[in-house]
């Protein structure tokens, strides 16, 4: 599908940096709103911006600032390591 935005004239420095492809800005800032809301998955993302592995897509999550960690990820994650610490400090007092 090909879409024909138009942007007046005064907004377009503030909407699209200067020496920018303007189709891709405007298809990537849809990609990360639409990946953010869930309404793409992590390989939809790769094939839409024609990545060739999940590995590229990962420098695009860091410059839209998207990050898949979860407040449960988190909590998860301080439990493993509660229980790693746990159990070196009761090697060290045995």
Do not use: H, W
């Not at 800005?25 to 999940?54: I, N």
């Amino acid at each position: 599908m090909r879409v024909t935005v138009e942007i007046p004239d005064q907004f377009v420095s503030n909407l699209l940096p200067a020496g920018k492809d303007a189709a891709r800005r405007l298809l990537e800032d849809t990609v990360a709103a639409s990946y953010r809301e869930r309404r793409l998955t992590m390989e939809q993302v790769r094939q839409l911006l024609g990545f060739a592995t999940r590995m590229k897509v990962d420098p695009f999550q860091q410059r839209y600032e998207i990050y898949d960690y979860t407040v449960d990820d988190l909590e998860k994650d301080m439990a493993a390591l509660d229980g790693l610490l746990g159990s070196r400090t009761n090697r060290k007092t045995a």
